[in-house]
């Protein structure tokens, strides 16, 4: 009988891997690496697996619910498929930080939300920022392929894609990847689609995005009666939420949201009774990319904390 533990084994808790992580240790061996970006219900990502056992594939969800069913999909391939990791998270902020340079062989996308209304056009994924990024990722003579129904969208990543260190080349396809978009738009009449497949052929240098040490600070006094957290709004946003204190225990957490470079983290911060003052610190057993937003925030409650007395 399977356990849980079996369903969820291909999850990758990104927390616990290096900044980058060691995709060879985590695979428990060392093979061509691919990753698909958006992986839906899990098709595509199965079928690849299963179709290429000597390759390393990671696939990309954010949200649970497919990721889950597409967790159910691999458990229900017994023990063939030790070769997919996913990871639920943020693309972006997993390239930059979990995978090294010239660490991916090939990275596929299909269907992405093409987000079509035009004040939405700056959530798309494949801006020339983004597509840098992967061109760092991917090793020499590495491949990007996407594939998406609207045309608008198509013509956008092309344009995005002028002095990115890919050579260019665009089709249109039949149906054949057998994914839920790419059926949705089958029943709707539409009989071709937009791929668009990207050849490294230059190398541009993204680093990987180190961690910032975060410290801890103390305070002579604090009155939590008298906390008060003033919003820092900006390319780095921190928004006080709420905070809980225990009189009797003399601790309380703070729980902020920290917005910066497309990445959201809820955040909470202790302050802690000790003999010598009050201490300022993160909570352990979070999950979070210690960033410059969250060193920020964590500032900032030392600075409102000596305030409040």
Same mark, same amino acid.
């Given at each position: 009988? %399977?356990?849980?533990?079996?369903?969820?084994?291909?999850?990758?808790?990104?927390?616990?891997?290096?900044?980058?992580?060691?995709?060879?240790?985590?695979?428990?061996?060392?093979?061509?690496?691919?990753?698909?970006?958006?992986?839906?219900?899990?098709?595509?990502?199965?079928?690849?697996?299963?179709?290429?056992? =000597?390759?390393?594939?990671?696939?990309?969800?954010?949200?649970?619910?497919?990721?889950?069913?597409?967790? %159910?999909?691999?458990?229900?391939?017994?023990?063939?498929?030790?070769?997919?990791?996913?990871?639920?998270?943020?693309?972006?902020?997993?390239?930059?930080?979990?995978?090294?340079?010239?660490?991916?062989?090939?990275?596929?996308?299909?269907?992405?939300?093409?987000?079509?209304?035009?004040?939405?056009?700056?959530?798309?994924?494949?801006?020339?920022?983004?597509?840098?990024?992967?061109?760092?990722?991917?090793?020499?003579?590495?491949?990007?392929?996407?594939?998406?129904?609207?045309?608008?969208?198509? =013509?956008?990543?092309?344009?995005?894609?002028?002095?990115?260190?890919? %050579?260019?080349?665009?089709?249109?396809?039949?149906?054949?990847?057998?994914?839920?978009?790419?059926?949705?738009?089958?029943?709707?009449?539409?009989? =071709?689609?937009?791929?668009?497949?990207?050849?490294?052929?230059?190398?541009?240098?993204?680093?990987?995005?180190?961690?910032?040490?975060?410290?801890?600070?103390?305070?002579?006094?604090?009155?939590?009666?008298?906390?008060?957290? =003033?919003?820092?709004?900006?390319?780095?946003?921190?928004?006080?939420?709420?905070?809980?204190?225990?009189? %009797?225990?003399?601790?309380?957490?703070?729980?902020?949201?920290?917005?910066?470079?497309?990445?959201?983290?809820?955040?909470?911060?202790?302050?802690?009774?000790?003999?010598?003052?009050?201490?300022?610190?993160?909570?352990?057993?979070?999950?979070?990319?210690?960033?410059?937003?969250?060193?920020?925030?964590?500032?900032?409650?030392?600075?409102?904390?000596?305030?409040?007395?």
């Amino acid at each position: 009988m %399977k356990s849980i533990d079996d369903l969820f084994k291909p999850l990758v808790a990104y927390h616990n891997v290096g900044h980058p992580a060691d995709w060879d240790m985590q695979f428990d061996r060392k093979a061509p690496l691919d990753v698909e970006i958006g992986f839906g219900m899990g098709e595509f990502l199965v079928r690849s697996a299963k179709n290429s056992p =000597e390759r390393n594939i990671i696939g990309f969800e954010q949200i649970w619910e497919r990721v889950v069913k597409t967790l %159910k999909r691999i458990r229900r391939e017994a023990g063939l498929l030790e070769n997919i990791r996913i990871l639920r998270m943020d693309v972006r902020v997993s390239l930059e930080r979990l995978f090294g340079q010239r660490s991916i062989d090939n990275v596929y996308c299909l269907f992405p939300c093409p987000w079509p209304k035009k004040g939405h056009i700056k959530h798309r994924l494949f801006s020339t920022e983004f597509l840098k990024l992967v061109n760092s990722r991917l090793k020499a003579k590495g491949n990007l392929k996407i594939v998406t129904d609207f045309y608008p969208y198509y =013509e956008w990543v092309l344009e995005q894609s002028k002095e990115t260190g890919f %050579k260019v080349t665009e089709n249109t396809v039949q149906p054949q990847y057998d994914t839920k978009f790419e059926r949705k738009w089958m029943e709707a009449g539409q009989e =071709e689609f937009y791929e668009i497949n990207m050849h490294k052929v230059r190398h541009v240098d993204v680093p990987v995005r180190k961690d910032v040490k975060l410290r801890s600070y103390k305070v002579k006094k604090f009155d939590p009666a008298n906390f008060h957290f =003033e919003d820092q709004i900006g390319k780095c946003s921190v928004v006080f939420k709420d905070i809980i204190f225990d009189e %009797k225990k003399q601790k309380g957490i703070i729980s902020l949201i920290v917005s910066e470079l497309e990445m959201v983290q809820h955040f909470w911060v202790s302050v802690i009774k000790r003999d010598d003052g009050w201490r300022i610190c993160k909570t352990e057993g979070q999950n979070i990319f210690p960033t410059e937003g969250i060193a920020t925030a964590l500032e900032l409650v030392y600075q409102a904390a000596k305030s409040s007395t």
